[in-house]
Each structure stands twice: as structure tokens, then as C-alpha cells.
């Protein structure tokens, strides 16, 4: 079992920024390890992927936020941050941890949701 919470969303105006935070927790559990996501999904749209961590710290971003936004991770607190800058009013949706596979499932948390004012 893998539990993620995430946090650091909030209301922020255009061209603003916000960090979130992705605490994984659960044994044998570690982000060293695994393949961390991040994806968003805005109301009435599908669930989307905006970047993502590999075991090996190699990153890959969506086009809409390359640049803007960026992937990290701190393995000693287990835990994924996305730096979000730049920010537009269609950036606005819920953001979601994932982790896409581990001993054969896949696992999600919550989610926070992001609010970008125009």
C-alpha cells in the first residue's frame, strides 16, 4: 500500500506561483525507486499528465507547461514537489499525485486543487 498527500494549492493570481508537495508514505515504499507523476484535471475535461520523475531523477513535462512548471524530489522526506510558475487561468484544476506502478498497482492521492485568477 502506497498513501500520497499532497498539498500546497490555493488561489493565486495570473502570473503567479505556487509550489505543491507529494508526501508518499508506506513500506517498501520509496520515491528513489519509483516513477512519480503529476497530473491535473480540470472540470469537464479528462485527467491529464504534466510531468513526471523517474527513478533515475530524469524528468519529462507536458508541452502546455515545459518551462513553466518544474518536477523535483526530496528522498529524504519521500516526498515530490512541483514548482509551478508562470501561471495561467488554464492552469486551473485539480492536481493529483501518482505513482503509475508499484507491486502491480497504481496509486493516487486526493488531490488539491489549483485556482489561477485572471
Known amino acids: 500500500q502506497v498513501q500520497l498527500v499532497e498539498s500546497g494549492g490555493g488561489l493565486v493570481e495570473a502570473g503567479g506561483s505556487l509550489r505543491l508537495s507529494c508526501a508518499a508514505s508506506?513500506?517498501?515504499?520509496?520515491?528513489?525507486?519509483?516513477?512519480m507523476g503529476w497530473y491535473r484535471q480540470a472540470p469537464g475535461k479528462q485527467r491529464e499528465l504534466v510531468a513526471r520523475?523517474?527513478?533515475?531523477?530524469?524528468?519529462d513535462y507536458a508541452d502546455f507547461v515545459r518551462g513553466r512548471f518544474t518536477i523535483s524530489r526530496d528522498t529524504a522526506k519521500n516526498t515530490v514537489y512541483l514548482q509551478m510558475n508562470s501561471l495561467k487561468p488554464e492552469d486551473t484544476a485539480v492536481y493529483y499525485c501518482?505513482?503509475?506502478?508499484?507491486?502491480?498497482?497504481?496509486?493516487w492521492g486526493q488531490g488539491t486543487q489549483v485556482t489561477v485568477s485572471s
Open positions: 508506506g513500506t517498501p515504499f520509496s520515491i528513489n525507486t519509483n516513477t
Open positions: 520523475i523517474t527513478s533515475g531523477g530524469s524528468t
Open positions: 501518482n505513482v503509475p506502478r508499484f507491486l502491480g498497482n497504481q496509486y
